[in-house]
């Protein structure tokens, strides 16, 4: 009986030595268990708060880097208007200038003898001068008129001793237009223009000469 007592003694003993070791590995484990959520749930914490500062640290910069944007672009913005209203104002001066040029020589040939260069900017060519709104001395018959006094008299002055010819049944010129020069009826429609053939009696009288 002492021996079944000492040996259950002994397996009680190792039963429990057992139980402790797995009571201890149990807790152990809990505890390991237990730090490892802690430690993920402080890391999931720290996570968070730095995506949280990150992002605000983001919409602070952001409200800045915006507010930069927008001031550089009204600048730009101030400077574009500014270049356009110079450059329209430049136009509108260039449009006065050429306006102010073409009342100058208004009523002029300015086709022939002047050459504008600058003309305004609504115009892209100069019309063509209608002969109707022409006044009396701007008109071309005018200056073969004059022309034509100038030559009769230049004409005249060098030989001032030939006689006039004739008046003739064409006097008035086949136009129409009065002439400094006695038309004959041998100028025909020359208009204007000294005849080239001496009347019938003209040439017999200086053939009878």
């Given at each position: 009986?002492?021996?079944?007592?000492?040996?259950?003694?002994?397996?009680?003993?190792?039963?429990v030595?057992i139980?402790?070791?797995?009571?201890?590995?149990?807790?152990?484990?809990?505890?390991?268990?237990?730090?490892?959520?802690?430690?993920l749930?402080?890391?999931?914490?720290?996570?968070?708060?730095?995506?949280?500062?990150?992002?605000?640290?983001?919409?602070?910069?952001?409200?800045?880097?915006?507010?930069?944007?927008?001031?550089?672009?009204?600048?730009?913005?101030?400077?574009?208007?500014?270049?356009?209203?110079?450059?329209?104002?430049?136009?509108?001066?260039e449009?006065?200038?050429?306006?102010?040029?073409?009342?100058?020589?208004?009523?002029?040939?300015?086709?022939?003898?002047?050459?504008?260069?600058?003309?305004?900017?609504?115009?892209?060519?100069?019309?063509?001068?209608?002969?109707?709104?022409?006044?009396?001395?701007?008109?071309?018959?005018?200056h073969?008129?004059?022309?034509r006094?100038?030559?009769?008299?230049?004409?005249t002055?060098?030989?001032?001793?030939?006689?006039?010819?004739?008046?003739?049944?064409?006097?008035?010129?086949?136009?129409?237009?009065?002439?400094?020069?006695?038309?004959?009826?041998?100028?025909?429609?020359?208009?204007?223009?000294?005849?080239?053939?001496?009347?019938?009696?003209?040439?017999a009288?200086?053939?009878?000469?």
């Open positions: 009986p002492q021996r079944c007592s000492a040996a259950a003694r002994s397996h009680d003993s190792a039963a030595a139980q402790s070791k797995v009571r201890q590995y149990q807790a152990k484990g809990k505890a390991q268990a237990r730090r490892s959520s802690l430690a749930s402080q890391q999931q914490e720290e996570a968070a708060s730095s995506v949280e500062r990150e992002f605000r640290d983001l919409s602070e910069r952001k409200d800045d880097l915006i507010r930069i944007v927008q001031g550089r672009l009204r600048g730009v913005l101030a400077r574009v208007a500014l270049a356009r209203r110079r450059q329209q104002k430049q136009q509108r001066e449009d006065m200038a050429a306006v102010r040029i073409q009342k100058l020589y208004r009523g002029f040939n300015v086709r022939k003898r002047v050459r504008l260069d600058l003309r305004p900017s609504f115009i892209n060519e100069v019309p063509e001068i209608d002969p109707s709104y022409l006044s009396k001395w701007q008109q071309p018959s005018f073969l008129r004059q022309r006094e100038r030559t009769y008299r230049s004409s002055e060098r030989c001032s001793a030939m006689p006039p010819f004739p008046r003739g049944p064409n006097g008035a010129g086949s136009c129409g237009a009065r002439s400094p020069w006695h038309f004959t009826a041998a100028a025909g429609p020359t208009c204007g223009l000294r005849p080239l053939v001496l009347p019938a009696s003209a040439g009288g200086a053939s009878g000469g």
